[in-house]
Every structure is written in C-alpha cells, then in structure tokens.
C-alpha cells in the first residue's frame, strides 16, 4: 500500500508506540522528526538506547537505578544517614525525593505496589530485601513509606507496615498537608481536609 | 549530584529531548519506560533507530520517503497517472492525500515552504526538479498544488504557479470547503465563508 511508510520506517514507529501516552499519530511524528535529524544524530540516539542494557542497572542494595554492575549514587554516598531507609515504589519518587534535598537517608525502591486486580499480589516488590535491611542488628531504625496516596499505594503501605511489624524498626510516612506557595482555593478537598485535621499550634 | 540520573540515562533523555512536543518530563518518563522493557526491546528499537540513515531516503524522482536508493513506491507504481504532479511541502502531507486514496497522479515533494522570516527563500526548496519535472515534452498536462492554507503555505502556492507558468500544464488546487460529515456549527468561519463563496448548484 502506497500510504503506508517504507517498512524500516514502520518497524521504528511499532517501537516508538510503545512508549507511554505515545500513540499512533504522535509516532509517525516522531519517526519524521527523525528523518530530518544529522545521520550523526540519529546513530548517536541508536547506539545509546542500544547501549542501556549494559551500561544501567539496578542497585544491588536499594534497587535505584545505577550504573551497571554498580551501587546507586545515594547508597555509595559515605556521608548518608544508614540508619534510616524510605521506601518509595519507583525510581522517579527517589529522583524527586533527592530534588527536594532535605532527605539524607537511604532508600528501598520496591518496584511497584500492590494492585491485586492488575494481579501484582506482592511476588514481583522486592519485600524479602526490605525485611532484610530492616532486620535486628542492621542499625536501621526507622523506615519512612513514601508510597502513593491513592487506594493501591495506601493498601501496600498498610501492608508493608505489617510487614515490618517483626524488625525493630520505627515506620513513619511523610505529613499530608497544604504544598508549599500554592493558594488554598486551589488545593482539593482531600487535602485540605488533611491538613486541617492535622493542624499544630504556632510558635 | 545524587537526583541526577545516571549518565548513561542522561544522554537518553538528552536525545530524546530533541523530539518535537518531548520537554524535560516525557523524556524523562519515556527513559524510564525504556528501563522497564526487556533487554532484546531495547535493542530492537536502538537498532531500528540506527539503521535508519541505511534503510531510509529518498525518491530521486519526486523526494517521498522510500527505501534508501529506490524510487518511492508511488513513483514505482506502474498503474500511476503520470500526466498528473501534485505538490506536497512534505512526506505527511502525501501520505494523508495516499489514505484518501482516491488520487491516482504522482508527487512532487517541496521539502518545505517559503517562510522569509524563517530565512527560508526558497533555496532549500526542490523547485528547479519540480521545472524539469513539468517542462515541455515530460507529458505531465497538470499540477495540483496541495500546499498549506497558512499563510506561508498560501505564498509558495502563489509563488510556485508563477515559476510554473514557463511551462505548458494546468494549475490547480484542491478545493476549500465544508468537512465531510461534520457539523457545520463546528467549523471555522473561514471555512464556512469559503465554502459558500464556492457553492454550486445541486443536480
């Protein structure tokens, strides 16, 4: 079919769908981009996508992305606090975690949270490591559960907190509450009410 | 700094940055998706992406996407009309005309439009190919120019008929109207008034 593209141009925007919220239009525009790009460029893209496999990695001890082979940048960090871990469900919450740069603990990245209907019942996060690190004589003493607030990344920290019930550890999450410079009116009622409920005395 | 990502992801994100409509954040987020596709994905679309300068160029004869070193596979398509040019700015635009599917002639692709602001004068255009193409005894007889209704798409339409006006076709472009099947309230008010102006008498 002449409306169809040259088969090695179809066979990059099958990959290219593949990407989330990228769909059928969004990759022909892609691939067509591609098309005006330096040959420089566009083998300079190739070859680092093709390069990932070897050369990033997860973590050996927190699961955080990593060079391969490698520890993560935080947990080959001498100067962080070992004592305490926050386990979040992804590297892209660590990454804002460190953006946010007052956290200077470890981290335990759990690879995703429990979903029963999406039939992730617990085999595929790294729970057993956790239990681990967390273990009596490890010198971690608290464990902070920074998951989602929706109704999945509640039921796993619920759960993960039982979990953890059997080491020696504090379990904490972070506050819930009105963000940083936004104006009220814009806040939802969720949390305002959170943040209501949880109100302190000023000093 | 540890909320970097590690370099070999970073360059990823760079490159993919480059995409039109991909900023910082869906760079990022198409990074991560890549991490969680298996290793042989990955070097699928690192190898698909490589390949392209190989794989993919241009029709000699009308500057359509084709196999590297063929003609496209319109221009190879013995059935075609080839008394008829239609002029495209670029690829998608021929590709839109092919779904059609009821125009039967060949293409001539601009690789552009005229655009002073931009720098663009027309040097980077493929007019002189689009003269030889149409000169006295190619026994093409029309050629329809299929070119934006933007502003800079109407110039080179204009401009394009001037320099064609040397040699013997016809000069056309396709006709402006109503969408169809859509409702007329939905339409623009351009549109609506061409389409009126251009009305004709039911048989």
């Avoid at 969004?26 to 981009?33: D, G």
């Avoid at 927190?62 to 070992?82: K, L, Q």
Wanted: hydrophobic content about 40%; glycine content about 12%.
């Amino acid at each position: 079919m002449t409306g169809d593209y040259p088969e090695a141009l179809e066979e990059v925007i099958a990959l290219l769908k593949r990407f989330p919220g990228v769909g059928r239009r969004s990759a022909e525009r892609m691939a067509m981009a591609l098309l005006k790009w330096d040959e420089e460029q566009i083998r300079s893209l190739g070859d680092a996508v093709r390069a990932i496999p070897d050369r990033i990695g997860r973590c050996p001890e927190c699961g955080n992305i990593a060079p391969a082979g490698m520890s993560c940048a935080v947990c080959s960090d001498p100067t962080r606090d070992r004592s305490t871990i926050c386990v979040v469900e992804e590297p892209p919450q660590l990454f804002a975690i460190e953006k946010g740069g007052g956290y200077r603990g470890l981290y335990h990245v759990l690879g995703g949270k429990l979903s029963p209907l999406d039939g992730e019942n617990g085999e595929n996060l790294a729970l057993e490591p956790l239990l681990q690190r967390t273990a009596g004589g490890s010198g971690v003493v608290e464990v902070i559960l920074a998951l989602g607030s929706d109704v999945e990344g509640r039921a796993t920290a619920v759960y993960v907190a039982e979990l953890l019930k059997q080491n020696p550890v504090r379990i904490s999450q972070p506050a819930r509450g009105l963000p940083a410079g936004a104006d009220l009116s814009y806040a939802d009622g969720a949390t305002i009410r959170a943040a209501f409920a949880k109100r302190y005395g000023m000093e």
